[in-house]
Structure formats: structure tokens, C-alpha cells
């Protein structure tokens, strides 16, 4: 049994772990800390774990805790993580890391739309977190930067038609849309029930920190740097993200080439679905699931292509590809624990 | 491999089933009948299970399917299942009934709130499928009554204090809520999004036709007939059903103790959780998931109880339960393909 | 121009009262007081109010308050309004208060469900804000203690019956069911989009201190002490309150007799509607406005009545009520800025 | 008084007029046809009308509806409207038609996005229902094609910024989100609640009818034809339309010059608002209301403007906006019978 802790259990992102974790029949729950609610039984603070684990909240004790995991998911806000990672990796963990820090190659980049980075010496080994991209580099990894939630809807979406070389990359405009649990489980008047439901709206447009990292991505299947409009938007649901992507076309292509591109990239793919030429994803069909749906439409009065992508934010875009990251470095199936169909309606 | 089949794969209990079953590992899908959808693949109408299933929907044919799967679950509206049922028995399927058709023991009381019932002679035969009360019965049984939604969550909450005798059943008072899904997926203006969404309102007060089924299993586990009120709510939500019961206790019971009486009651299952005192069941933590989780509260003022049961309808109120009851025909172990853990958020 | 003031204008009970009152015709707001906001224009604190008011949000200063204003609505928590309450009126405005710190008559039930009353001597003077039991005393009050949102619900359902002698109060058990805006615009995880969305359950059950306020009126229309059963529940919506109300019929009542008796007994209320026999109030059908609509159903089989009533807790369960008793107060039409018709959907 | 009917009175957009109307000072409500609910009183089909009107549903008869009533509202679907109008215009009434029928000046171009047209006649004398485009010719009108509610928000958000020149409208990406009532009140599965609910999807992507629609207006703002790219969305909620639009700047332009050309251009108007820069807009914050609050940002990095917009479908998207062209039309206050504040939350 590989053992893993959790850490930063005590959000939406750590309770999903717990909750993928506590049924992989691979791994062995070690730890769960929380300084908020330490000392409770997680089960208590998440009552849909009730009697699926056993595990009781601690206080963070990073070398401690290295000493008895194998591996540690850092489930925990960017400029905490960079101060703890490290820590973790020397006293002989592996991580994967869902914050935003080690995702930026560069680290003038991140302090560019973060603050200063404490640890840049991790930046060149962290491995970035998409499977479908870096599988092998993962695989041999003692750290990965787990992708944020939009860059992973969207980067999915994209690489076969940058790789393809059928759209132009400086037309890209990126239009998102996530669930409420993307703003995580901390007290705020903006996240009450009442502000979001029954109402939509933009935020951060132009602004999003997720930004450059789909910018880093990108520019990396193009082999040259791109800049991106991208605007995220909150939509009045839990779980869910929805990318809409325009692009024009360097080349005309018909809605089954598009079709054949995607499915070719994808054939060996389990986690990723393409839509046949004529439907579209929707978010409600991968709830809860690992899924990513694509689907696009090419627009022939206009030259553009629409490129339209669906995941579950808290699984596929945070703790799902985590533990598929996960299975991926402990040499195990990569979709062991994540066979969940997605729930609907 | 089991053989199934799944006749009427077109509503939420139907897909629910394809759902469930497509993971079960002791399962294969043979079949799944809706005439809407013939010669549809069923996962181009329920686009979440793209990819999990390649069954192409197909008229039902009776005695075709029946020979050539092991077990049936019959998904179809009441009145329907009885003029179908028997020809599968017939033809030598077993068959999880999942209407209303064979839950009465009594054809006079099913007449008395349905229709003239034109299999009468199965009821006898028919064996009502909550595994907690008649899991005997079940494994033995050709044909399993699957019960109501509201049933399961009332009667799993009533059950232990009805044995121990400590509440008055001419007392009960039963206040049900549901979500929408329970309401089904034709077409109609009542349950379309804007009718139903923020919005909340009592239908069919004293009326509704799982009201006599309450009566039968609470008269069976108190040996004696009995009357209840029972108002269903309908939720601004998908799934989940909060049963709110109310009944004047025999004798001065403490929190505790009533909770020692519900552990004890259902030590041995595995799919009842009952809540600590001071903590009460909620839909959302029972979501996805086969689950009943139970609360109560001794209300000393007024010398009444208040219990509260929560289930995922679609599952343990209709599909899980119904794989539950399944496995334990064919002698698996009952939580095979059950083992979904709660969606929260 | 009646001159008003809103203290307490940072909750969704204080931007309500500015949404009703920046368009009622006879009334000028002249202060909104919250600490929180203080220098703020309102309306961009609450961008739905962009251009209908220029208030600019201040801190509270109770003499400077009362001087300006004639009216003064306090929509602050329990306790803070005790200690505010009397130096507004020694400083000569009239006071609607929406906190529960008035309604109770008697002290030491306050004090039994609360906390101590640091101004029990004006519990005599206050009158309890329901026009439709005590329109005449409201009208000369100088502090309206403005109901509580369940109990508007459940007392303007019964007291057409209870003053009928047909049903017993001693059989009166409340299962209520509100919106999310009843737990308040505070930061807090309770209330979270993703903690309440697509999920329903019970709290404080048998101890909200909406009880005592309840069985204070239910006694005074029977004449005698009362204690009732009652279960709130927190709703996956904004607005809305529906309470179902159970209790024993004292005499056989068919359903037209009892709609005789809702009807004459409300025959001059503009906003209670008494629904026909065989329809039901739904809480989607008074969204934003002051109505409560009530009905009901005779449950023969049980001889019990459910009785029915839905209000939108933010307008008839708070402001609404509060303008409507300002307007009895200040010897307006009591409709007055109140016309607002039901939003559906 | 002015005596109105509404033709098509079943739907979420007639029902509205209702609402709007039956408050309205200046108007009485003659006649509410719909077929289906011939006979039963309005308030009875919608309940939330409950005593606010006395009009029993009709079935429609042209002629004699045209002389009972000053104005109609056609509240039907497009092609039921193109033959309907005439003979109502021909008995003398005046129309605000809410269908697509009169909306498309070129009949080729309605043809080749609709079916054949059988009264092009009437399309030259149509005028387009925007009045803060379009005031002085509505005033004259016979008869007001009243636009779409996805043109409303993404029209009124261009108008300004077409006029001074600083977009390039060959770069114009309509990214738009609807909420569920604008899929109308007929019975359908796709609209059900479980299927809409904790969702989000396109539909029609590149091809909804509504293009040629912007693309008329927008193309009249430039002197010149233009083709944009356009993709709807179909929100979790029942009221609201976002568009997020993106177009590339034609000269530098900071956040503060585009809010004063914003500004300079609506100054005069009382029903859109222009967010200062920095804040944006919500549906939230207008529903229930006739507003259209705009907002926008300069991305300096890319050079593009995303400019945003949101309102009320049913409202300033449909039923709102058709009693403004009303009271213009009828010489009454632009606003009259529009003062409702919009309702949050």
C-alpha cells in the first residue's frame, strides 16, 4: 500500500482527495491536516465521508509527516506551498502540489503576476501536471505542479489544433466559465448562496493568474511565446468548468477534419472524450468524473474555429489529475481510483 | 457474468441503472429497452456515459429479452410493469421490479389508490425489496418489488424505533422532500427548470400514492394497521429526498438513548449511517451515493421525536437499491458496484 | 416627505428596506448606517441600487440619527437592538424593529431563549408588527417590533383557525422551510453557494428561537399557553419561506368550510391570498412581494388539517412587513410602496 | 386609459407582460389570448398574479381583438406572428410584435436564417424596438419589431463604441449566456430542471438566429456589413443574459477614456447603466428590472476591449422593453410602469 497524506484537507480541493483517495484500493491514507480543524475526525467535518475513513485532522508537521507518507498532495494557497514543498521533498516525499507555484517555468513570470518566489530553484524539476502532455516526464517526477483548473480546460482543448498547426495562435480568446467551488470553501460574502445563485457574471477579466500559465503551455506547442485574452466567469452551480475558445483558422477544415485531428491526438487517451462532429460537451455530463469533453464547431462565415471543453474542476482540474499525476509517478494505473461514471442529472 | 437488462433506459431511474451497472464488475449490460430512443446508442442519449457503454437502445421485446438476460430491472411506469412483468418471470428471467406494481401486498389497496391490477397473483410472490428488512426474503426470491423513493427514507428511519416500541404510530406524521429528478424525464411544463427552481411547494397533500405503502411496512412492524399523514415537498434540486418525521414517544427516552437503539438496529449494514446526537442527516452529504444517513431529536417540550432520513432518490430511492437488491439475488455481495462515495460539493 | 433611516444597511434585510423605500413615494431615506461600509455609496455596495439612491453608507450614531430622522428601521442582530433601541426613541423617532428584541412580551421567556434583557421595560410599549392581528395598536405605536419570518408564516396560517376553535393546539406540529437569505449576508461556510446548493436539510430542531415568538401568538389567539413542534430547514434558494403546518381538526370541516373561514377572516387583508381548494401556495408565487398565500388541505383518513403558507421571507418575512407597518405608523395607505408584483419566474 | 391585449399569454414572456401591465397606470388589460388555457383566468394559470387581474384566457380572433384593443403584444412564435400581424394592423390596432418576424429588414436574409416570409411588405415599415436607438421612429411607429434578447445586450454594449470608431468590428466575438426562461414555457425535456440545473453548455453555436439580427444593427452602426462570431450559452438559472464581447481596439484607449465615451453616449438614458471602470457587471443586479448594465476592460496586453453586458431577458430582453416601445408609442414617460428596482437577491 502506498501511503499519502493530505495536505490542507479542510477545502473542496482536499476533500475530494479524501474522497478519491479513501476508496483507491492502492493507497493508504496517512495523514489529513488542517490547522482549522485539528484534532476532529475529517469524517465529521465532511459528513459524506462518514464511516469511509478514520482519519482525525492534525496540525502540520512537514517533517514528520515526510517521514510517513510516500507521497504528499500540498492541497494548500500559492506562497504557502513554496514554503513548505521543499521541505517536504528533502526529508524524502514525493509531491504533487495543487497550488499555483510551481507551475511557471520561469520565475520572473510568476512574480510578475504572483509575488516573489521563495523556492525557484524547484521551478526547472517540477514537472507540470497534465498527463496528456508530460505522461513520461511525470512519471520519473519528484515533484509536480498539478494544473490549475481553467489552464487544464483549456490547454486539453487546444493541443491538437496547435499541434496540428491548424489555427493561428495569436487570435486566441479564451471565454470560461466555472462552478462556485472553484473559489473555494473559505467564509466570503462573494461566495454566500444568495450572491451567486440565479446570477452570472465576469470577474479578474484580462487579470486571471491563470493566464500565463495557459500562455505557458500554449507557447510551448507552438514553440513560441502567445498572448491571450482570457476572461473567467462565475457560474451559479458547485462544479463544473466550461471553456469556450475561438481561434481563426489557418487553413480551411471541415467539422470531421477537426473531428480526425482531435480523435487522432487523442486515441490512447482515457480521461479525454470527443464529441462527434454535432454535439457539445456540457458540464453536467462529466460531474464528478475525471473526464475532460471536447467539443468544436467550425464556423465557415466567420473562419473561426470553436473550441469548447467541460470538466469537473474539483476532479480533472484539480484533485482527479492529481491522483492520476499520482498513479502515473508510483508506476500504478493511471486510472486506478478514478473510474467514476459521472453523475447525472 | 450476470446478463441484464434494462427495460426503460430512457428516464432518470433507466440511466441511473446504465450508470451503475457499466462499472459493476460482475455485470454485463445485454440490453436496454426504450422505443423513444430505438436504435439510438444509449450513450448518445445520456452523453455522460460516453464511452462507458456501446448498447444500442432497442424496443422491448419480452420474451426475446428475457432469454437472453439473467436479470431484468423493470424501470417502467406503473401499469406497464404489470402487464409486463409476468411474461419475463414466464420466460424464466428474474426481475427487479422498480414501479409501484408489485410493492402492495393487498390488491384491494393497491386498487383503492392505482387501478385495477391485472396480475394480482404475483403480489404473493413479490418480495418488497429493502434489503435491511427482507434481505432473506430477497435472496430467495424471482420477483423484487423495488420500493418508492419515500418509502425507503421513511421506513429505514422508522424501523428501529417501531420494533423498540418507544413512539405511537397513530402519531406519525410524515413530512417528505424531494428533488426533481423524482419527477422523471418527460416532457412537462411543471418540472421544466423555471417552474422549479428557486421555488418550493407541497403537492398531492394526503394523496400521494406512496402513502399506503408507508402504512403496509410500518402496520407490518407494528403488527397492527396504521394511519399516517404524509405531505411530499418538491426541492429546488436534482436528487436527494429529506424525510421529517414526527411521532410522540411511548416513554421518556434521552438522545442517546434512542441513538443506542438506531446503532444497534443497524450495526451490521453497510449502507445506513446513523448520525451522532447533535448531528442531523442532509441530502447533499448522501448524494450519488446508495447511502440513508438517519438523525434525530428528542424534543423533551413536547415529549415528540423527530427523525430524519436522507437519501440520494436516484440510488438507494430507485437504482441502487435496486443493484442492491440484485446482488443479493445472485448471491454477490450486496454492495458490489455500490461502492460510490457521496458527491459533495 | 417622510424622512427615514436604515440602520443596518449592509445585510440583505437593510438592502431591501432600501430597494422598497428608495421608490416608496412618501418617504426619503436620509441614513443608512453600517459600520462595515462606512463612506461607501450604498449603491455600490449593492450594485443592483446603481443609480435609485445616493445615500452614502456611515457609521452609526444614534442621537445624530434620531434628529434627522422620523422613522428609524433597525435591522441589527438581537441584542444589538436592545441597546440601541431606547436612546432612539428618548431621542424622539419611531422605531421598526426587525431584530427579535421586542417581540417577546414576557422577559424571562426572552431570557430563557436569548440572553439577558438590558431593556425589558419596553417589552409593554412594543407592539408585535403583524397588521393583520394588531393593525389598530401598530398605528399608535412608537416601537413596532417587526415579526420574525417563520412566525409570519405560521401565525397568519392559523389564526383564521385558531379563532375558528377547529383545530386543536395542542396537535400543532411546524415544519418550515426557508431560503437561504434567513441565515444572513455575513461570511460565513454554512452559507457557501457550494454548501447549500443542491442540498436540503434540518437545523436547531425543537430549539429555534423563532418558538417561543410562534406559541406567544398561537396562545394569545387560543387563550392559553401552547406548545408546538417546530422543524426549520434551510432551502437551496434565496428567497422564500413555506411552512406546513399539521394539527388534529376539534370538528369534521370539509375543505370548503375551512376556505370559507380563511376567506372571511382575511376578506379586507390586500396581502394575504387565500388559495381556492385544491391549489397550494408556492413559495415562487410571492418572490419579492408582500403576499402570503395560504392553503390547505382536510386530511379525512387522519382527520388532521395541513395548512399551507408562503411568503418571501425578505419582503413580507422582514422589510416588506416593516414598511407596511411604518406606513400604519405614519398614517399611510398601508399598500404604499408595496405594490411590487410576484417576480416568476 | 389605454386599452392593451397579449396575444400569446401562456408563456414566460407573455405572463410578464401581464405583470408589467397590470400595474401599469395608464393601461388596462382587455384581453390575454392562448389557446390552451381558453376559458381559465390568467391568475389561475399563474398563480404569482393572483388578484392582480380579472382577465379571463381567450382564443384569438384578429379582428375582434383589434377593436377592443389600442395596442397588442404578439407574444408568439415567429412565423404564427408574420401572419397574424397584418390583419391586426389592418383592424386598426397598433403592435409591438416580440417575435423575430419584423425584425430583419432584408426578407432574403430572414428567409435564409428562418423559412419564406408572408408579409415582407410589412418589413419596411417595421421599426426596430431599441429605443435608445431608435426613439423617434418607434414614437411614430404602427408597428415595433421588438428585438431579441440576446441583440438587446450585445447591441446596446457596441452602440457607443461603434459610433466613436474605437473597435474594429471585423474582430467582434459575441460570447453570450442565457438564462433557462429564454427557452420558453413549453414542455420539453431538454428544459427540465435535471437537466438544466448544476449545468452549463452551448447550443447553436455559429448559427443562431439571432446573428443576422446583430449583425443588421451593428452592421448600421459601422455603414457597413459586418459578420461576427456569435455563440449562446445556456445558464443554471431561470433569468439574465451576460455577453462578453471581444473586439480589437482601433486606437489606445484606457479604461477611463472608453467609460466616459460610455457614459457620454447613454447620459440621457434611464435604462442603461455604465459601471465605473474597475466594476461589472451581474444579471443578478438587474433581474426583475428593465436595466441593461454595461461594463467593460481594456486588456492592454492583447489590445483587445471586452466589453460586457447584462439584463433581464424577460424584461429589458423582451417584455420590458415592449411596453417602453409602448409608451412610446402611445406619447406616454418612456419609463412609465417600469420603475421596478431589480431584485437582489
Known amino acids: 500500500m ?3 497524506g493530505i495536505v490542507g484537507a479542510s477545502g473542496y ?4 482527495l479524501a474522497r478519491l483517495l479513501c476508496r483507491h484500493p492502492d493507497v493508504e491514507i496517512v ?3 488542517t490547522r482549522q480543524y485539528k484534532g476532529r475526525p475529517l469524517d465529521s467535518v465532511f459528513p459524506h465521508l462518514a464511516g469511509l475513513t478514520d482519519i482525525v485532522c492534525e496540525d502540520l508537521d512537514a517533517e514528520g509527516l515526510a517521514g510517513r507518507a510516500d507521497y504528499l498532495f500540498t492541497a494548500v494557497p500559492h506562497q504557502t506551498a513554496m514554503n513548505l514543498v521543499p521541505s517536504l521533498l528533502t526529508a524524502g516525499a514525493k509531491v504533487v502540489d495543487l497550488s499555483a507555484d510551481f507551475r511557471l517555468r520561469d520565475a520572473a513570470i510568476y512574480e510578475q503576476w504572483y509575488q516573489p518566489h521563495s523556492a525557484p530553484g524547484y521551478l526547472a524539476e517540477a514537472v507540470y501536471g497534465l498527463p496528456e502532455l508530460y505522461r513520461d516526464r511525470i512519471a520519473a517526477a519528484r515533484l509536480v505542479a498539478n494544473p490549475g483548473c481553467y489552464p487544464t480546460s483549456v490547454i ?5 489544433l496547435l ?3 491548424v489555427i493561428d495562435p495569436e487570435t486566441l480568446i479564451v471565454d470560461s466559465k466555472s462552478g462556485a467551488s472553484g473559489a473555494g470553501r473559505g467564509a466570503s460574502t462573494a461566495s454566500l448562496f444568495c450572491e451567486v ?3 452570472f457574471r465576469a470577474y479578474k477579466v484580462g487579470e486571471h493568474r491563470h493566464t500565463p500559465e ?3 503551455e500554449i507557447g510551448q506547442l507552438c514553440g513560441r511565446p502567445v498572448t491571450i485574452s482570457f476572461t473567467p466567469h462565475l457560474l451559479p452551480m458547485s462544479r463544473g468548468i466550461l471553456s469556450t475558445i475561438y481561434a481563426t483558422l489557418t487553413v480551411r477544415k471541415s467539422d470531421l477534419e477537426i473531428y480526425e485531428i482531435m480523435r487522432e491526438f487523442y486515441r490512447r487517451e482515457s480521461f479525454v472524450r470527443v464529441c462527434r462532429p454535432g454535439e457539445l460537451p456540457a458540464t453536467q455530463h462529466v460531474r464528478g468524473s475525471n473526464y475532460c469533453d471536447i467539443g468544436f464547431k467550425v464556423d465557415l462565415r466567420t473562419n473561426r474555429l470553436v473550441v469548447l471543453a467541460a470538466i469537473d ?3 480533472k482540474g484539480a484533485a482527479g489529475q492529481a491522483v492520476q499525476n499520482m498513479n502515473l509517478m508510483a508506476g500504478l494505473p493511471e486510472g486506478r481510483g478514478l473510474e467514476a461514471v459521472p453523475l447525472f442529472p
Open 31 to 33: 495523514a489529513a491536516t
Open 197 to 199: 445563485s440565479e446570477g
Open 214 to 216: 495557459i500562455e505557458q
Open 163 to 165: 499541434t496540428a498547426g
Open 13 to 16: 480541493t482536499g476533500a475530494e
Open 313 to 315: 474542476n474539483v476532479v
Open 156 to 160: 486539453l482543448a487546444l493541443a491538437p
Open 2 to 4: 502506498i501511503r499519502v
